[in-house]
């Protein structure tokens, strides 16, 4: 209790949340940046349908101990939903970090720990990424991702994005 707004102190159950922090900006921003963490909790399906089936989960990539990444994929149960999470757990961003994915398309940023409305550096993938036909982690397709330092960054594929832009693409090869 506290946790979601960095209380510096232990909980107490004699004593009061010291809520006086949440005047100061770096306690409003984590505590934004849990608010957001939940509501993307609560809006995704692939983050609950599956929470305890094997099916729900699938590892990207747990073994870069060089760069201390590591990167996994959230299904949806009765979907084709998926949430790719890359987590970037030292204090050097890494720009071009490939990562593997399994279909083509717009994958939007939907959340990313190190934004500047939480207290961090701004380093981001300005929204999404488009993938490149570039095999990678034994997937068909990868995305060329600039990780901040100590952050988490969530994507999710955008098929709506995707098939329009599909769509376009097909119709000015035919003219």
Not at 82 to 100: A, D, K, M
Not at 152 to 174: C, M, N, P, Y
Request: with cysteine; hydrophobic share 35%.
């Amino acid at each position: 209790m506290g946790m979601e707004f960095a209380q510096w102190s232990e909980w107490n159950v004699w004593g009061s949340l010291e809520w006086h922090l949440l005047e100061q900006e770096p306690h409003q921003q984590l505590k934004q940046f849990m608010t957001d963490l939940n509501q993307l909790y609560r809006q995704e399906i692939a983050l609950y349908t599956q929470d305890f089936a094997y099916e729900g989960f699938e590892w990207v990539d747990c073994s870069d101990t060089r760069h201390s990444v590591i990167s996994f994929v959230r299904k949806a149960k009765e979907s084709d939903e998926l949430i790719l999470t890359v987590c970037n757990f030292t204090p050097q961003p890494h720009s071009h970090y490939r990562v593997g994915v399994p279909e083509a398309g717009f994958y939007t940023e939907l959340l990313n720990s190190d934004a500047r409305q939480y207290g961090g550096s701004n380093v981001g993938n300005l929204g999404g990424k488009w993938t490149d036909e570039w095999s990678f982690h034994n997937r068909p397709y990868s995305l060329d991702l600039c990780l901040p330092p100590l952050a988490t960054v969530v994507f999710k594929l955008d098929r709506q994005k995707t098939k329009a832009v599909q769509t376009l693409s097909q119709g000015s090869v035919e003219e």
